[in-house]
């Protein structure tokens, strides 16, 4: 009778625990990336108080069972699916990663690998990605000198300061001029001493100045509507004033003005010009380069250059080692300029063109194979790293040690320090988070069966209980 008390006590521990479980599961129901956990009860410690026999046939006696009397029961196991994807719970920031796929992000908590379905990332002060949930930093791969990412050993990803703090200059080589010279307008109609349509566009130098390269266009004769000079009148700075004349001032105070000697090349030939003292600048000798439109169509034909498209402004002539320009100049497309009536009004602009400053940091860009890339302020990116992620044989054999992390144990399979590609297995969710897969229905279910099961086995010791004092009052 005394084992029934024991039995029940067995019960009410078992219970007590799976108890625990549910309460844990349902506290973490809006836990990212948490995983419910599941208790298993298993039967223990049986006594057999007459053993199995088997049948005589010297007698005819049939064989009997053994007789055992079971002890109560113990945890057998407490299990969490880790394998899978979870449900997914949309955020719309574009730091937060969802694995879509049988993974685990890699994270470095203090000197401990560790892993975690967690993907609330950040970057700290020092330009570290790490994950929101534990302050774990995010591991992955670097890139090498070409600018690739280099699959070696998984570390820590720096993601501000030093090469990613600024993108690189990148010099302007080509300008498409888009738009309509209409023949009718007044400023194209030839004339000794008209300035023609003004047609402008800006570039950038090696180390990231902008300039601003003035052009005019203008019928070349009376007799021929078709063929338009194309003319230098100017370039400026960054700062809008001519850097092909230099401004002083003079004993009174007024302002004069004297050429800078800037070499400049226009579709192969080299131009030379004068200042006048009130600022004129005046270009000498040369042939201008023409541009030509079917008459009939009013289409583009050609430009007088080698390959009948584009004009090239130079402004380097190689002589100087540290010269900002770009050797190869700056080639000028005028092949989808139109010659169509309009109202006598023309209209040029740039269209698309390279090249551009030097730029700072802006945010961030999280691809799905896990690349990261950095946002300049001149519209350049950065290829920066790869977050990687791990796999295991047996998923559901790491270890929880807390604030979201799991640790490898010899049950689930060791981590081989260098991760997988993302792509491998799946892909990442931006800016998704997985959400807990608590099912507050199955954990209210198992909370009644857990309930009835402690109620009924502390009725087992009560009645026990009851027994016994029958048996006491035997005495009386």
Known sequence: MMRSLFSGISGLKVHQTKMDVIGNNIANVNTSGFRAGTAHFTDVFYQTTQSASGPNEATGAAGTNATQIGLGANVAAISVDLSGTGATQRTDRGMDLMINGDAFFIVRSGTNTCFTKSGYLDIDANGMLYC????????????????????????????????????????????????????????????EDGTG??????????????????????????????????????????????????????????????????????????????????????????????LTFNGSTGKFTSVSSDDGKTLNLTM????AANNPFPVAGVDVDFSTLTKYASSGISSVQPGEKDGYSAGSLNGYSIQQDGKIYG????????????????????????????????AATLNSGEFDGVGIDISEVGSFSIGALEMSDVDLATEFTNMIT???????????????????????????
């Open 132 to 191: 929101g949930t534990n302050g774990a930093t995010v591991l992955g791969w670097g890139v090498d000198e070409n600018g690739e990412i280099r699959k070696d050993t998984v570390a820590p990803l720096t993601l501000m300061g030093g090469e990613w703090a600024y993108s690189d200059p990148e010099a302007t080589t080509h300008v498409e001029l888009q738009g309509n010279i209409d023949g009718n307008d007044e400023l194209v109609q030839f004339s």
């Open 197 to 290: 349509y003004p047609i402008s566009f800006s570039f950038y130098d090696n180390v990231g100045n902008l300039y601003t390269a003035k052009l005019s266009v203008m019928k070349a004769s009376e007799t021929d509507d078709s063929v338009f000079s194309v003319k230098v009148t100017d370039v400026l700075g960054s700062d809008g004033k001519s850097i092909l004349r230099r401004e002083s001032l003079d004993e009174s105070g007024n302002p004069t003005y004297e050429s800078t000697e800037q070499y400049l090349n226009f579709n192969g030939e080299d131009l030379s010009y004068t200042v006048d003292a009130d600022g004129t600048i005046n270009f000498e000798g040369g042939t201008w380069p023409t």
């Open 316 to 319: 380097n002539d190689g002589a």
């Open 375 to 406: 946002v300049y302020s001149n519209g350049d990116t950065k290829l920066m790293g790869q977050i990687a992620v791990a796999t295991f044989p047996n998923p559901s054999g790491l270890e929880a040690v807390g604030n979201s992390l799991y």
């Open 450 to 476: 857990t309930q009835r099961g402690f109620q009924a086995n502390s009725r087992v010791i009560t009645t026990t209980d009851t027994m016994l004092e029958e048996l006491v009052n035997l005495k009386r």
